[in-house]
């Protein structure tokens, strides 16, 4: 079996963040990048998938984005077990889902990947339509919130999370695209053995095709973080009158 794990590079909780002299982006110049938690779960299911499946199986690495930002995210795929990695250059800051899902589509379709996993959704812009996008590009059956997989022969037995608690099982046919859901199992950390291995796997350098983009940022604000401090003072009967105003007024929390 043929596994694509798409992967992407985000900032790092504790970076800095700043926008850019446009106003429409972030300053990158001082951002630490890390890999998207969800794709870290999605790359553990497919390294799994291939563990079970004994020889035979591959599992292919997949990043798009600026070299500068994506260096370390796929050298890490590689490090925790991935076969080899497909890098595709593309040094615009495209955030466009379909744009993204396009480029990605265009340079794998040649591949003929049984099975591409994703992470349900990317923690900087959350809009969690990539992998579900990607299978209606390349003609492949999808299903998102995947908690469980199972292989069965020429088919993938799924199981999604619903509301209140449900669950739903699906099966489809391959080829499939799966987006995964953070916590489906506990991804590796790569050995020092992967580490130096990951150094003589193939990893190929793909040219972005271009796009142009149906939706883009106008303007981005970092929020404003401000402290008031506000002394209530009275008898006891105004005091409590004056927390309930603001928590159901000011505060909206009641």
Known sequence: ????????????????????????????????????????????????????????????????????????????????????????????????????????????????????????????????????????????????LAIETQVEGDKIKVKRELESGWFQWVTLPFPASISIQSGINEPRYPSLKGIMGAKRKELNTLESSSESQKQSFVNLYVPKNEKVTEKIEGDADTIVAKLMDILKNKLKVI
Do not use: C, H
């Open 1 to 144: 079996m043929k596994i694509a794990v798409l992967t992407k590079a985000i900032p790092s909780y504790e970076s800095s963040i700043r926008v850019d002299s446009s106003g429409s982006w972030i300053d990158e110049s001082i951002v630490n990048y890390v890999v998207n938690e969800s794709d870290s779960y999605a790359l553990e299911e497919a390294l799994q998938i291939k563990e079970s499946l004994g020889e035979g199986s591959e599992v292919v690495v997949v990043t798009l984005g600026s070299e500068a930002n994506t260096s370390k995210v796929i050298k890490d795929g590689l490090a925790k077990g991935a076969d080899r990695g497909i890098f595709i250059k593309n040094e615009s800051s495209t955030t466009d889902p379909l744009t993204v899902a396009k480029i990605f589509a265009d340079n794998l379709k040649s591949e003929n990947f049984d099975l591409i996993l994703s992470g349900l959704q990317s923690d900087d812009m959350g809009s969690g339509q990539t992998g579900v996008l990607i299978g209606e590009l390349l003609e492949m059956s999808t299903a998102t």
